[in-house]
């Protein structure tokens, strides 16, 4: 199995910080690496596909960069509504793998 | 509009079986991928499967295989998710999602079920 290892596990941030997670792949995924945000007694949703696509209905503060084994969301301007638990996931081999998830919490 | 709307919650006793469902509206159901993810309380995201409708062919992660099965009725537009026994440790939130086919993303996701396994 692939495994997906994010960090930082959680952090605080003030809105309009910048806020950049990485994700890292045991082995290299391409560029099939999604990024999905969950806030608290909701369906995930996707927000980045492909490493760097944004979802349509995206805001545009949220990127995505990386390819092989090493791939980064950024939030360019944390908004309050941001605050929630981000997870990456390869789709590149079966099984399909998440990151462990990233909280970002208001400070 | 795109719809994956899953049935409700469920509170079982251990032994029991249980099959929960998840069907698709607003969109062409055959070209999508169905796939189950577990979360368990306070905890992350964890693929177990997912089904083509066209030949319902499944792929399990081998963390879940022979402990759920995955099927589908295309007719209806539903996909399901069951135990023949349920135990203490199935208890989680359940979710649907959908994905166009390998190497993609899962795009739509179900509201999730709740599944609770107590005696």
């Known amino acids: 199995d692939i495994q997906m290892t994010q960090s930082p596990s959680s952090l605080s941030a003030s809105v309009g910080d910048r806020v950049t997670i990485t994700c890292r792949a045991s082995q290299s995924v391409s560029s099939s690496l999604n990024w999905y945000q969950q806030k608290p007694g909701k369906a995930p949703q996707l927000l980045i596909y492909?490493?760097?696509s944004l979802q349509s209905g995206v805001p545009s503060r949220f990127s995505g960069s990386g390819s092989g084994t090493e791939f980064t969301l950024t939030i360019s301007s944390l908004q309050p509504e941001d605050f929630a638990t981000f997870y990456c996931?390869?789709?590149?081999?079966?099984?399909?793998?998440f990151g462990q998830g990233t909280k970002v919490e208001m400070k | 509009e795109v719809q994956l709307v899953q049935s409700g919650a469920e509170v079982k006793k251990p032994g029991e079986s249980l099959r929960i469902s998840c069907k698709g509206s607003g969109y062409s159901f055959t070209n999508y991928w169905i796939n189950w993810v577990r979360q368990m309380p306070g905890k992350g995201l964890e693929w177990m499967g997912r089904?083509?409708?066209?030949?319902?062919?499944?792929n399990y992660s081998p963390s879940f295989q022979g402990h759920v099965t995955i099927s589908v009725e295309k007719s209806i537009t539903t996909a399901y998710l069951q135990w023949s026994s349920l135990k203490p440790s199935d208890t989680a939130m359940y979710y649907c999602a959908r994905q166009p086919g390998n190497w993609n993303p899962l795009d739509n996701w179900g509201q999730g079920t709740l599944v609770t396994v107590s005696s």
């Open positions: 492909a490493a760097s």
């Open positions: 089904i083509d409708p066209t030949d319902s062919h499944i």
């Open positions: 996931q390869q789709s590149y081999d079966f099984p399909w793998t």
